[in-house]
């Protein structure tokens, strides 16, 4: 976790949700006025699943674009907890490796599925188990593990997950803050979890959703407290990664069949379709920085356009 007391927040994403191809994602995100990527799959493969070849071909296309990796979005965690501990662990060594090449040391993960007729409280112990042996592994190679609070893993609410970072106790776990999967669980994210977790929270995740329907949609539009949450950021001095979900993409209209549209002519309506009460908090810099503060300031498709 990193505090300033001019805090910017560095604008990275998920490219496999512009296209399967990285040279795309690369192509998009810089259109953005990104200077990093989130990875979590290249052509249609995982990267866990992602030979050298490809990894070194990968690590290629993005040094060519300028752009750096924020985190590896891994699958580890993201399985039945009745797996065997070593089935993760023996997949996080190779994500570990993925991190190494892309060099981040960032890796996105989950606290495991249950069985229908398993509750939260009949998987805690084994999933303590698998968390302890992947942290102490992550420890060991240098990297952090977030942890993302995905509906219907063990820690996606705000109790769960404490007991999670207070219980495996290393710091190479940490929480990756997603408001929408709050939302999606009955969780008031600002209200209910902020001041637990803050302590813990090292990667934002910038994405909304609607209470009830538990609905995806663009940031700001939905019940997940952006204001409250980036305001609260903002006056804490959080300086770390803004990684955009699909919803921001969707939401500036891409058509990129087999290459981006040029944005020359878009961006203003495009960003204005973003809501000014999650957006204002936000501003795209040349260098793919984004400027937290109080300036009513809209988030725009490029680095050079800021619309008051």
């Not at 998009?28 to 070194?56: F, P």
């Not at 965690?77 to 960032?106: C, F, M, N, Q």
């Not at 408001?179 to 090292?202: C, H, I, W």
Request: some cysteine.
């Amino acid at each position: 976790m990193s505090n300033d007391n001019n805090p910017t927040w560095i604008l990275s994403g998920f490219g496999d949700e512009i296209d399967p191809d990285p040279k795309i994602q690369a192509a998009v995100m810089l259109a953005l006025g990104a200077k990093h990527i989130e990875v979590r799959s290249a052509w249609g493969t995982n990267v866990v699943e992602l030979d050298d070849a490809q990894l070194a071909e990968l690590k290629s296309i993005l040094d060519e674009a300028g752009l750096k990796v924020s985190a590896v979005a891994s699958p580890i965690g993201k399985v039945d907890v009745s797996l065997p501990a070593e089935h993760e662990v023996t997949r996080l060594r190779r994500i570990i490796a993925v991190a190494k090449v892309l060099d981040t040391r960032y890796i996105r993960m989950f606290s495991y599925f249950r069985a229908e007729d398993q509750s939260p409280v009949d998987i805690r112990d084994a999933v303590m188990e698998r968390m302890v042996l992947l942290a102490a592994e992550a420890e060991r190679a240098g990297v952090i593990l977030i942890h993302e609070n995905e509906k219907d893993i063990y820690g996606d609410t705000p109790e769960r997950v404490l007991d999670l970072l207070e219980t495996v106790n290393s710091p190479a776990l940490r929480a990756a803050w997603d408001n929408a999967n709050f939302v999606q669980v009955g969780v008031k994210p600002y209200t209910d979890a902020y001041a637990m977790l803050r302590p813990y929270l090292e990667y934002l995740q910038v994405k909304d959703a609607i209470a009830g329907s538990g609905e995806v949609v663009p940031t700001g539009r939905g019940d997940g407290q952006l204001v409250e949450t980036l305001t609260a950021l903002s006056q804490d001095g959080y300086t770390g990664f803004a990684s955009l979900s699909r919803t921001w993409l969707h939401s500036m209209n891409w058509a990129v069949s087999p290459v981006p549209r040029p944005l020359a002519r878009q961006p203003a309506r495009s960003a204005r379709q973003l809501t000014p009460s999650a957006s204002r908090f936000l501003r795209t810099k040349p260098s793919g920085g984004v400027r937290s503060g109080t300036p009513p300031l809209v988030f725009c498709a490029t680095s050079n356009l800021t619309f008051l």
